[in-house]
Structures are given as C-alpha cells and as structure tokens.
C-alpha cells in the first residue's frame, strides 16, 4: 500500500468507529418503508416452523422430505432442510421437495426476492440439472402449469439462471459446497416490454435485462423454493449421475415496490461492513481549476481539492481492475458549512456508466461522508455534481473513495 493511502484509510477507520464519518441521507430515501417487506422467513417464528409454514403449500412425498433444522442455518437459529430421493414419489407431476406460494399474485407486480441457498458437501457434480428455485406464471388448476419463466438452477457444477421466453440460460460461475450463498432476485414482472429483471449473488450484480419477464396477462408468478428434478421422473432418457439430492434454505424475504436490495439482502444478518477503501490508479474529471486538479481528491489529504465548475461537471476515479464495490466516501471542501447534490455512477469499461446512488450531502462534516448501495462489480467510480448550498456554480471534492466489504 502506498503511503498516500494510509491517512486516507486512518480517517475512514477512524470516521466508522466514532460515528465521525457520517451516512448521507439521500433526497430519495436508501432505504424502504419496512412495510416494503410483505413475506420474512427465516424460520425465527415458531408458527413458522411448521411444514408447510402458513401461506405456503407443501409439495413433497415423505413427511421428512422438508424439515427445520437447527445444524446449518443461515440467520438465526433455524433453517429449512430440503430432501428428495430419485425413487420419491410423484408430486404434481414431477420429483420435487418444495414449499411455494399460491398462485395469487396481482398482475404487473414489482418484487424483490431474497434468500441463501447452502449446498452441502453431497451435492456432487451431476450431468443432470435441478431447479432450487422458480417463478411459475401460473399453477395446474388456473392454465395447467407448463415451464417456469424464471428458474435458478444448478447443473454441471454451476449456477445456472433459465430464461426459456428468451431461450436463454445464463452462467453463473460454479457453485461452492459447504457454505451459504446469498441471492438476490429484482423483478418487475411485465408481458410487454416494460419488465425487468435483476440479479445478484453475495451482493454482486450478475445479471439484468429490461423487457418482457412473463407471458401470463392475468397474474405475476408465484415463488416456490427447494428441490425439483425433472430428469428423475419415469421415462426420462436424460442420464443423472446421483440419487439423492440435499440442500438447506434460510432468510427468505419477499418485498414489493417500497423495498430495496439492503431490505432483502441475506446479509443484513451477518457479512461485513461496507467500508474498505480501495486503491486509486488513476483519476480524471470533466473540468479542473490548475490549482485544484484531479489528483487533489485522491491525495488522502483532506486540505487539498479537486474543483470543478458547471452543472454536472465530475470526477472520474480508476480502480485499475474490476472490483466489487458497495459505496463510496467523499468529503467536500466546506462541507461543514453547505451541502451538496450529486449522484455517483460505476462502469466497467469507462464508457457505459449505471446509477448507483444519488442524494445530498450533509452540509455539517468536513469528513469524508459513506454512502452505501447494492454491490456491483465496477473499475470506474463517478462523482458527479449538480449544485450546492451556496449556488456558486463550483464542485469541490477534498477525497473520494471507493468501499468494498
């Protein structure tokens, strides 16, 4: 680590532990109404201990094939154990061990699906896939079922996301045993070309498309999780390496509109905090005054300063290589005595650039100020400023920073 980073790093360390560095409240709230969080299962309510928890059918062929066990959990106590042998069994129509909603959703729903997944050391490699989770636009009793129009799954050794309306499926990365694995699903469930879907795994982004998500105009698809394999049913031609499939299911939690990553994100109950600087390789901006040049605001010196004038202008760091960020730090130049508006952007590639945050500072701290959004991978961190207390037309960053965990 270069020297020019370790003042920069002491005052973050510093901020975090004495509540010096302070969490900007954006103009748009970071954080939902926790009513935005409709459905939380995580096993912690004894009612919810129950197979099937209520509002949820089971769909099993042993009474053991679904248990709450307290030997692997994910947040707090408890989680779910999923069990399903290749001579189960058929359960509507295939070999399944799964809990799963009604088929009762409204139409042109906006969801935010959250849950960790652990595989255990007995899930081997298997030429044969397996759906753990899925989206069906519709049961057995309403349009007779058919594919899901979303399906995490697991085949080969990867994590596989199955997209048959686009006859697409996408690779993502192998999967690990013995641990848990954070998933968070952002769906805008849409039959024409206003949808969205979103992807994130142990906070990561991995995915995302805008278009058309489903193909049921009466309702959006309901949520099932656990074990289902096609390839086990009688008949199948399709080899399967195994017979016996094993996984565990915790901190479930299902929002609507109103909620956001932080509210469903597994990791609100353990994972580390956002708030490791990463080191800078270059930086750049828009306009500069010859005193005050880019380089000022990555110096780890919080009396020198980039300055910029006009509307929009920015500040454009280079983390030299991809990296997973969740926020950002930035300390503006009297920053005691005026606030400042401005949105931060992340790229990859230093030319396609997406939102991660946008807000206004504090206007009481000449601190370095966190601001914390879901994780993306990202090389190129955007400050970009809009206008000020004072209104004089000038942005003036002491220090920026990106924030891994």
Known sequence: MTSRWRPLLALLACGLATAGLALVSPATPAQADPAGVFETLNFEDPADRTVPPPGWI????RTDSIQIVSDVKRDGGYAAKFDLKKDDAIVSNGKRSELTQPDSQPANAERWYGFSIYLPTSWVYDRSAEIVSQWHQCDATRCGGGSPPLALMTEKGRWMLDMPLRSQKVDLDAYSTGTWTDWVFHVVWRTDGGGLLEVWRNG?????FQGRTHADSQGSPYFKFGIYKWDWKPGSTNPSDTTQRTMYYDALRLGDQRAT?????????????CNRAQPVAGVSAST????????NAVDGNLTTRWSGSGFGAFLTVDLGAQRSICGAGVAWHRGDVRWNDYTIYTSVDNVTYVKAWEGRSSGKTLQPEVTTFPARQ?????????????????ASITEATALSQ
């Not at 089971?58 to 062929?61: E, G, I, L």
């Not at 990553?261 to 905090?273: I, N």
């Not at 010859?290 to 380089?295: S, V, Y």
């Open 58 to 61: 089971k769909q099993a062929a």
């Open 261 to 273: 990553f932080a509210d469903v994100d597994p990791a609100r109950s353990g994972g580390g905090p």
């Open 378 to 394: 990202a090389r190129y961190v955007k400050y970009a400023w809009w206008n000020n207390a004072e209104g004089n037309g000038w």
């Open 288 to 295: 500069y005054e010859a005193i005050n040049p880019p380089q």
């Open 204 to 208: 990561v982004y991995k995915f995302g």
